[in-house]
């Protein structure tokens, strides 16, 4: 059976129905798969009420996700144009607008290994305050009580650092 592509204008009505939807605020985002399968792609968000935050991913053979984002607000219009270009392969959308590459921050800030990597202290903080108030206490439920407390704000301490890091991502807070 031959593979039947949509029309450039079919494929435009649908991102530009979807990207209104965007920036009507019923939808919150709108990502666009690569063309050619790659499992990379290009999605956005509208950040004011008339224009949106781009970003694309590409998968280099052999090497870590890379990430570049629009450094302007992009308008409606050029948005649709933009994601027509990459929804049919073009390469248009490279070129027409300035694009920021932001690989490092994206990693650093969409890892969860720093939330483990506190929690990890937290715990090595209990084990070694845990012998300290040993001594200090001859009460056992008084210290069970103090370390168990120490525990539990260590363990807050790093849900916070973690969602602090975790949530710096462009798309849970508002651009300047």
Request: proline share 5%; aromatic share 16%; net charge negative.
């Amino acid at each position: 059976m031959p593979d039947i592509q949509p029309s450039r204008e079919a494929v435009r009505d649908r991102i530009a129905m979807a990207l209104r939807r965007v920036l009507d605020g019923s939808e919150e985002f709108y990502i666009e798969d690569a063309p050619d399968g790659s499992g990379g792609f290009m999605q956005c968000v509208s950040k004011n009420p008339g224009g949106f935050y781009l970003e694309y991913s590409v998968f280099p053979e052999g090497e870590v996700q890379r990430m570049y984002r629009t450094t302007k607000d992009v308008p409606l219009e050029t948005a649709v144009e933009l994601f027509v270009s990459y929804a049919t392969g073009g390469k248009e959308w490279l070129e027409r607008i300035e694009w920021e590459d932001w690989t490092e921050e994206y990693h650093e800030n969409a890892e969860p290994i720093g939330f483990f990597k506190m929690i990890g202290f937290g715990f090595v903080a209990v084990v070694l305050v845990s012998g300290f108030v040993n001594e200090l206490f001859t009460d056992w439920t008084v210290a069970v009580g103090r370390i168990g407390f120490f525990a539990a704000i260590c363990v807050l301490v790093g849900i916070a650092y973690y969602c602090s890091k975790r949530f710096k991502h462009p798309f849970f807070k508002m651009r300047d």
